[in-house]
């Protein structure tokens, strides 16, 4: 049973995962924070260090037999922090949420303050919305974009952060088309006495490809998921800038037993929010993190942002109305209200013409978060696949062609058979992607 392959050993969920693989190959996957894993990133996900628990971190285990992962967990640690020039990192958060939960933990008590990005204008569920615990355990207040342009004014935000007087200043979103001033953040969060935290989940490979701000030397404490721009495994990481001990701690100076803010937040990862850590998803970030350092991921993520841009270009001559009139980074956010067609019907219809996006509140939405006026639209994905700007080109046409005939069911087959062609021209995976 043990050396069984898994089509042998469970047909139905192998026939399953054959199933969606043929889905991501012939899709055109536009969803923003999706993107392709490599096939050495799955085989270490899938490996014999699932296997393995390592409560603690490497040299400092509640478990034997840990000689082999302290090893990964090391390398990973390693790469991450040459990546992004951190002094210190957590690579055991099994989530952006749960990184996002040991940020709480550390800097926030129940009821303290926080300042974050208004989910509904681009923002996170983990940043103060009242169906998550952000917004549950602590007193959440927002600041949004601009009706009129569709970005931050960072002299409303500060007066917006004099007004509430956080312990937390938050920045990061889900659906926000520009980069951030990373350094007016932090004049704001040194104003009023905050702590600065930045979640760059989205933008993440960017930033390590140096093609978007670069938050590190900014907040007190950076955030993310691994499986974004940065096309690593499912998963989450917390990462500290060169500058944080000193800024931290002028802040809340430490107590006599805390050594570095860093050992806060490990304890605040294990015990303090997780259990073991996953040993193979860790092996996974370690080669996702080799591979980010190779120079050919600059490449990809300077497509991603031509590509982004130019789907942007198309869409706006065909009439579309992107909100805050275009992008800087690897997503946009369409405001479909001028088209007459909700987000929900879009995803819909996109989705029956193989086009896979989400529908997304856009800023000051006049519909409900299930149904809303737009979708969000990302490049990472296809741009893996090698897709370039005329390619992205084309998908614009072939996503007007569906928006513009939403009854037309003929017209979304038809749609569906071009994607599928496209696709063919830039194969992924094998037919199953064990
Ligand atoms: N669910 C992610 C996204 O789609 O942006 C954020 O966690």
Redesign the pocket.
Known sequence: MLNKRLSEQDPEVFSLVEKETDRQNQNAEM????NFASKAVMEAMGSALTNKYAEGLPGKRYYGGCKFVDVVEDLARDRAKTLFGADWVNVQPH???QANAAVYLTFMKPGDKLLGFDLSHGG???HGSPVNFSGIMYDAHFYGVEKETGRLDMNKIREKAKEVKPRMLSIGA??YTRDFDYEAFRDIADEVGAFLWMDM??TAGLIAAKLLNDPLPWAHVTTT?TH?TLRGPRGGMILVGRDTENTIGKIAPKSGRVKNWGEVLDGAVFPGTQGGPLMHVIAAKAVAFGEALQPDFKVYQQQVLKNAKAMAGALTEMGYNLVSGGTDNHLLLIDLRNKNITGTTAENILGAAEITV?KNMVPFDTESPFVTSGI?VGAPAMTTRGMKEPEFEYLAKLMDQVLSNPTDEQMHHKTAQEVKALCERFPLYDAVAI
């Open positions: 969803i923003a924070s999706e989530s952006g949420a996170h569920l983990t889900s659906a989940a989205h998921t974004k989400n969000r």
